[in-house]
């Protein structure tokens, strides 16, 4: 079956460019997630969405980082007047249930993610 | 905020050697997970350790939850070629959202 995709898979921008990154989360999958990834390090993540409810945003670096997902399937994060130090890989993931608060982890399977490049 | 440090952040090994890597931790997770990301692709979860002193084996591959379960380590033998990769640990805390923590994860290269 097909995984999380994502697109573009690379995208270079000029600073002070908006930029949009799709997520294709796997299908009837509930929860997803965005992280950023820079180089060499970690992914960090970003923000949770459970179907269409943005639940936690709390890891957006600053307001020019907006996240949507208004049919609870397909995702798009959005970069506005972008800068260099928003270049990254920006990964999503997606799991199958609900995540209940003082339940077990779901498995998150990831996207290949998007590198993004602000120049 | 819950932080996760890796060692060795980068590590070159002939094939056929042993190596381990650490995970570390100054907070209590719920579970822990061992990925491995390779070049222009996302993590690929490796395992999940829930119980504090677990140990689980995958081939080549071992991975121990510690006691207190703040701690990890993955320990490959005789590793090959095909080992080689970026390794990342990440912790879950049940009662602080559904996101992981990852570490800074450990670059490893095996040569032939």
């Known amino acids: 079956g097909a995984g999380v995709s994502q697109s573009p898979r690379y995208k270079v921008a000029k600073r002070g460019q908006d930029v949009a990154l799709r997520c294709d989360p796997i299908?009837?999958?509930?929860?997803l997630f965005w992280y950023q990834q820079a180089l060499g390090q970690g992914p960090e993540f970003l923000t949770y969405f459970q179907n269409e409810a943005q639940l936690d945003k709390s890891g957006l670096p600053s307001d020019r980082f907006f996240a949507e997902r208004p049919e609870g399937s397909v995702s798009t994060l959005k970069i506005q007047r972008t800068q260099q130090e928003d270049s990254a890989v920006y990964l999503c993931a997606s799991s199958l249930a609900r995540g209940l608060a003082g339940g077990p982890l779901e498995t998150q399977y990831f996207g290949p993610g998007t590198r993004l490049l602000v120049l | 905020t819950q932080l996760l440090e890796q060692s060795p952040q980068f590590l070159s090994i002939q094939e056929g050697e042993n190596l381990t890597v650490y995970c570390n931790s100054s907070s209590v997770f719920s579970s822990l997970q061992w990925y491995r990301q390779e070049p222009g692709e996302g993590p690929v979860l490796l395992v999940t350790?829930?119980?504090?002193?677990e140990v689980k084996k995958l081939k080549r591959l071992t991975f121990q939850f510690g006691d207190a379960r703040k701690d990890s380590s993955l320990h490959i033998t005789a590793a090959q070629p095909g080992d080689t990769g970026l390794y990342l640990c990440?912790?879950?805390?049940?009662?602080?959202?559904?996101?992981?923590?990852f570490g800074g994860g450990t670059r490893l290269m095996v040569k032939p």
């Open positions: 990440a912790g879950f805390n049940n009662n602080a959202g559904n996101m992981l923590t």
């Open positions: 299908s009837g999958h509930v929860s």
């Open positions: 350790v829930v119980t504090g002193g």
